[in-house]
């Protein structure tokens, strides 16, 4: 079977990404149950480790929201979804985003209060085969094995979203790439405990809760302006996707054009094109050549496939027409 | 893994710092532990038979009273007692006045929330065969001191 967005049947290399990514998606579920499990066994009465006990369970979040995701957008459009699913990882997106916001926010609330009630953590001691171990040292163990691995998918990953096109990828790597800042803090604040500064675990906690926040505030932004149908960007929301462009400066070559504008907006993974043409003389083109125009924009890029030319007589201003006063195309 | 070769200096580093300030690690913020060695064990006994007995006309007693003289002189230090409902004791504990308190207190104890409980020592089954675990309490954040009497626990308690 061939791998498929949708309608949208994948290049070679894109196929090959996808499977990558859903291997590394299970390899993060499987790591990060891991992860949690041995953090809940250690974690004590420590706020640093709390906070990132609670950041590895949200950090599931994206792998799940990502491999339920390509499940879903597998199907075609239907009568009842004529846009087909792709919207889902959007959805998807901005869930994980609001949860990660949620999150952070409460654990600010919950350090700050720890900080200013000045609350001493207390960490007491486990007993390993006879020997009584103090189990801040354990702490430190599970938090700096959690080092390496992310820091590895994150690189991945963020490779295989740039491929894809994948905006909840793109996420989950940026998650991932910071998450060693987390174990981090929370060995420093474990080690504050340690040399009896107890403030330093409720300071360790907040640095943690507010890179949740921030994550949050990240994914919240680029979720909504893409269910706002904001133009399509690249993967990274860096910068305005070069395809539509590309797609006018094709159209505009032909001899049957006068002027162009396109409008692109990202359905998640592909986009939705409306490409609105100002004859040439005013003369309607052929059938054929409005066929044949809409086949080559669609050869420029694998993430084109919905793609509708509009003739019109004047462009609309929002794709470069003349500003104007009208209220809708007819009343002007 | 640019990451990764930028924390495993800063862990070196900073392990190697600790180490070298010869800081043990736990401290005590308040310095319970150097403190009691030699000195004073300041504990708060709330009546609780078998495991706490007080009396008014001379020192208490139980099986935890003579498991904290133990730990007193196991770190060369006298014993002060303290006698009080756990509300009271636990109470000067916070405040730094008292350094245990004992009564038999069970390991769900809602006195968590401002003291810290020490790991179960101890286990006992009352008539209707409920088991409860035993704890003491100590001050919040003391931890040097806390691991110190666990270890003592571990040795004599009866876990």
């Known amino acids: 079977m061939t791998a498929r967005f949708g309608r949208n049947e994948l290049p070679e290399q894109q196929a090959r990404s996808l499977k990558r990514a859903i291997r590394i998606e299970w390899a993060t579920i499987a790591f990060l149950a891991v992860a949690i499990v041995l953090i809940y066994l250690v974690m004590g009465s420590s706020q640093a480790m709390k906070a990132a006990w609670i950041e590895d369970l949200l950090s599931l979040a994206p792998p799940i929201a990502f491999l339920l995701a390509v499940r879903i957008i597998d199907k075609r459009p239907t009568p009842r979804y004529p846009y087909g699913y792709h919207r889902s990882v959007g959805v998807a997106h901005l869930v994980a985003g609001v949860a990660l916001f949620a999150m952070g926010t409460f654990l600010i609330v919950d350090s700050a209060t720890g900080l200013l009630g000045a609350e001493h953590p207390p960490i007491g001691s486990v007993q390993i085969l006879g020997q009584t171990v103090w189990l801040g040292w354990l702490m430190m163990g599970v938090m700096a094995l959690t080092i390496p691995l992310p820091i590895y998918f994150g690189r991945v990953k963020m490779k295989l979203a740039e491929d894809l096109h994948d905006k909840v990828l793109y996420a989950d790597a940026d998650m991932n790439k910071a998450d060693w800042m987390t174990a981090v803090g929370s060995i420093v604040g474990v080690a504050g405990i340690g040399i009896g500064l107890w403030w330093a675990d409720a300071a360790a906690a907040l640095f943690i809760a507010a890179s949740i926040l921030w994550d949050g505030v990240k994914n919240m932004r680029a979720a909504i302006t893409d269910l706002m149908d904001t133009r399509a960007t690249t993967f990274d929301d860096g910068r305005p996707h070069p395809i539509a462009g590309r797609i006018d400066d094709y159209l505009r070559e032909l001899p049957w054009t006068d002027e162009v504008g396109s409008r692109v907006r990202d359905q998640g993974h592909v986009f939705h094109v409306e490409s609105f043409i100002v004859p040439r003389n005013r003369q309607v083109p052929s059938l054929s050549a409005l066929t044949d125009a809409r086949d080559a924009c669609i050869d420029l890029d694998w993430k084109v496939q919905d793609l509708v030319l509009v003739l019109v007589d004047e462009l609309p201003e929002e794709v470069g027409g003349p500003a104007g006063d009208r209220q809708s195309e007819r009343n002007r | ?159």
């Open chain 2, 1 to 159: 893994m640019n990451g990764l070769r930028r924390v495993i200096p800063l862990v070196a580093v900073s392990s190697l710092l600790l180490s070298g300030c010869g800081i043990a690690i736990p401290a005590d913020p308040h310095g319970t532990l150097d403190r009691v060695r030699g000195g004073e064990l300041r504990v708060g006994v709330s009546h609780q038979p078998p495991w706490t007995e007080t009396y008014d006309d001379r020192e208490p007693s139980g099986d935890e009273v003579e498991l904290v003289e133990q730990f007193a002189a196991a770190l060369d230090a006298d014993v002060e007692w303290a006698e009080g409902g756990e509300s009271a004791l636990v109470r000067a504990l916070e405040r730094g006045e008292l350094d245990v308190v004992i009564g038999g207190i069970a390991d769900d104890t809602p006195w968590a929330e401002r003291a810290a409980a020490t790991r179960a020592y101890a286990e006992s089954i009352d008539d209707r065969g409920e088991r409860t675990k035993h704890v003491m309490l100590v001050r919040m954040g003391e931890n040097r001191f806390l691991v110190e009497l666990e270890r003592f626990l571990d040795r004599e308690g009866r876990g």
